[in-house]
């Protein structure tokens, strides 16, 4: 089996983290012995001695000052960010219009810039709560495990059906697991949504290879290419299955 094109991972790491960190409990301070070393008294006592029957001295912590946090407070996680605006979604677009743009020049390194801040705008949700399950599903993939990877992808499917990169991470979690229908027909529904997905159409072109539809795999791959023209293994893929044609043909 090929393994899936790169899946995105956050480049910004921009950046979520999956859990919350735990806090350690404190160990507390090892208790005294049973008994306490009573120091010999040779003639005055010195200045400042406690009277002999004297109650000893209260050594408890005094109360913090009321304009203090008590500890639980200062370890509460921040607030999620706000949902971007339909404004920030247009600019957000525009932004791709003409990153999609530099892709592809077939000149020069711009293009890679660009397509690694493609990747970034397609990990993002627009919810803190749907990225963390984006977040949890490609670490279970990265973990290598797929069920997992799927239960997490599917939650965010469900939750966020317009997002195009949950689909398309749970089609590459379904195809690791060797069920092609599903991820074919999530493939599908990413470039539904998000029809310049170069990685979808690339992994399509594997999917089809595979299966033996050569014609389809070229078409994929070829479609790739036009919109990111520098992917070396779409360049390959397609060059190879021309030749398989040709010597076919002949």
């Given at each position: 089996m090929?393994?899936?094109?790169p899946?995105f991972?956050?480049?910004?790491?921009a950046?979520?983290?999956?859990?919350p960190?735990?806090?350690a409990?404190?160990?507390?301070?090892?208790a005294?012995?049973g008994?306490?070393?009573?120091?010999?008294?040779?003639?005055?006592?010195?200045e400042?001695?406690q009277?002999?029957?004297a109650?000893?001295?209260?050594d408890s912590?005094?109360?913090?000052?009321?304009d203090?946090?008590?500890?639980?407070?200062?370890?509460?996680?921040?607030?999620a960010?706000?949902?971007?605006?339909?404004?920030a979604?247009?600019?957000?677009?525009?932004?791709?219009?003409?990153l999609f743009?530099?892709?592809?020049e077939?000149?020069?390194e711009a293009?890679s810039?660009?397509?690694?801040?493609i990747l970034r705008?397609?990990?993002?949700?627009?919810?803190?709560?749907m990225?963390?399950?984006?977040?949890?599903?490609?670490?279970?993939?990265?973990a290598?495990?797929?069920?997992?990877?799927?239960?997490?992808l599917t939650?965010?499917?469900?939750?966020?059906?317009?997002f195009a990169?949950?689909?398309?991470?749970?089609?590459?979690?379904?195809?690791?697991?060797?069920?092609?229908?599903?991820?074919?027909?999530?493939?599908?529904?990413?470039?539904?949504?998000?029809?310049?997905?170069?990685g979808?159409?690339?992994?399509?072109?594997?999917?089809?290879?595979?299966?033996?539809?050569?014609?389809?795999?070229?078409?994929?791959?070829?479609?790739?290419?036009?919109?990111?023209?520098?992917?070396?293994?779409?360049?390959?893929?397609?060059?190879?299955?021309?030749?398989?044609?040709?010597?076919?043909?002949a």
């Amino acid at each position: 089996m090929r393994w899936p094109v790169p899946h995105f991972h956050i480049a910004v790491a921009a950046g979520l983290i999956l859990w919350p960190a735990a806090v350690a409990p404190g160990f507390a301070e090892p208790a005294s012995a049973g008994y306490r070393v009573i120091p010999v008294q040779t003639d005055a006592p010195p200045e400042n001695a406690q009277p002999e029957n004297a109650p000893p001295e209260d050594d408890s912590p005094q109360d913090a000052p009321d304009d203090q946090a008590p500890p639980d407070e200062a370890l509460t996680e921040p607030a999620a960010p706000p949902e971007p605006t339909a404004e920030a979604r247009l600019r957000e677009r525009e932004d791709l219009d003409a990153l999609f743009a530099e892709l592809a020049e077939p000149e020069g390194e711009a293009w890679s810039r660009a397509e690694t801040d493609i990747l970034r705008i397609w990990s993002r949700s627009g919810s803190a709560s749907m990225d963390m399950l984006l977040k949890r599903g490609e670490a279970a993939l990265d973990a290598g495990d797929t069920g997992s990877a799927i239960g997490h992808l599917t939650a965010l499917t469900d939750h966020a059906p317009d997002f195009a990169g949950g689909w398309y991470l749970r089609g590459v979690a379904f195809y690791l697991q060797g069920d092609y229908g599903v991820a074919i027909a999530d493939m599908a529904e990413t470039l539904k949504l998000e029809p310049r997905h170069f990685g979808a159409l690339t992994q399509l072109g594997a999917m089809f290879e595979e299966l033996g539809d050569n014609d389809r795999a070229l078409d994929a791959y070829r479609a790739s290419l036009k919109i990111h023209p520098h992917q070396q293994d779409a360049a390959d893929a397609v060059t190879r299955l021309e030749a398989q044609s040709e010597g076919t043909d002949a």
